[in-house]
């Protein structure tokens, strides 16, 4: 039987499988089942992230059990609520983060994993919270643990990671560097906090790094390029300062001396978001809910929204993260 709030069919992005060249196409699928700890969110918007490329490409699959629909995060509305939930109810306005779903008029959400909509927020606004939000905090001041005073640099300042990073590393007292690939990108860096940006381009990071800290380094890295700078990094850290490589732009494979890693007893750390567990990721949110909403309901961080497209425009989407030249977040709205 039909349930009246809510359609058994729904429009989604689907992956094709049946080309050489995998690509995104509109099609008709079911409506998701959801769990007793799940809410089924009517999606309003998602927001479009480079691990939703690579799984395009077929480099980064979601985990057992998790919809093949791409699309890590979301805003939207609670149409029904699991047995076990009572911290969500039906008409609630949440963003979320997903294993995968997003990118569809409905998608089942671990009741842990949402967080409401900031009040101020659009829910075009809040679908580019929950990735880069949960990545940052989870890396930066979960594993990392960035503190007042200290120096954080981040790469790829411009990324919807970057503009986050900066906002949240600033927000809670450190000093922030950040590497760009224009000067205008690094002027948008500065824009948002940055205390130094620098365009890697015709810098050297390593050099800016060490001059804005008095030839100390920085305290805190985080890496999404990987590649060559896994050995920059090292010259560019402080003693026991704290590397976290979070992507590959540059490609997952190094050649590199670890004798600083020893000598200035470095730590260097991986993670992936998307396959942990919900206890997790719930935490997260909950450290989220406590420290970080206050602040963006208070106007002092915001995500950066660079250019939104419709649902169906998912490719033209995908094109502007390939390009590189966004500021901010890519969102997919809804109808």
């Not at 779903?101 to 679908?127: D, R």
Request: glycine share 10%; charged share 20%; net charge neutral.
């Amino acid at each position: 039987m039909s349930n009246p709030d809510f359609p058994d069919r729904m429009k989604a992005i689907e992956i094709t499988k049946d080309t050489d060249k995998p690509a995104l196409v509109a099609g008709d699928v079911a409506v998701p089942e959801y769990g007793p700890d799940d809410v089924l969110v009517k999606v309003a918007a998602s927001g479009v992230n480079r691990p939703d490329l690579m799984q395009v490409a077929g480099m980064y699959p979601p985990p057992p059990g998790a919809s093949e629909i791409p699309g890590l995060e979301l805003s939207g509305e609670v149409v029904a609520v699991g047995a076990n939930v009572s911290a969500w109810k039906v008409g609630d306005k949440v963003c979320a983060l997903v294993t995968g779903g997003g990118y569809a008029e409905y998608a089942a959400v671990p009741a842990a994993q949402c967080l409401p909509v900031p009040k101020g927020l659009s829910m075009t606004q809040a679908a580019g919270l929950s990735e880069t939000f949960f990545t940052v905090w989870h890396n930066v001041f979960d594993k990392a643990g960035l503190q007042a005073g200290e120096t954080f640099l981040v790469h790829g300042g411009t990324s919807g990671i970057g503009t986050t990073a900066i906002q949240l590393a600033k927000a809670f007292g450190a000093k922030v560097i950040t590497t760009a690939g224009t000067d205008d990108k690094c002027q948008a860096c500065r824009d948002l906090g940055a205390d130094v940006a620098i365009n890697y381009k015709t810098e050297d990071f390593v050099e800016k790094v060490k001059a804005a800290t008095d030839g100390k380094g920085a305290n805190v890295i985080l890496d999404m390029v990987a590649g060559d700078y896994v050995s920059r990094n090292f010259k560019a850290a402080a003693f026991e300062a704290r590397i976290l490589i979070i992507a590959f732009l540059r490609g997952p494979k190094a050649e590199t001396n670890f004798t600083p890693l020893l000598l200035k007893r470095l730590t260097l750390m991986g993670s992936t978001l998307r396959a942990q567990p919900v206890a997790n990721k719930g935490a997260i949110a909950d450290a989220l809910r406590e420290k970080v909403w206050p602040l963006i309901e208070a106007g002092k961080i915001a995500p950066v929204i660079y250019k939104t497209f419709p649902l169906a425009q998912a490719s033209e989407a995908h094109a502007i993260l390939k390009g590189g030249a966004h500021i901010g977040k890519v969102i997919l709205e809804v109808d």
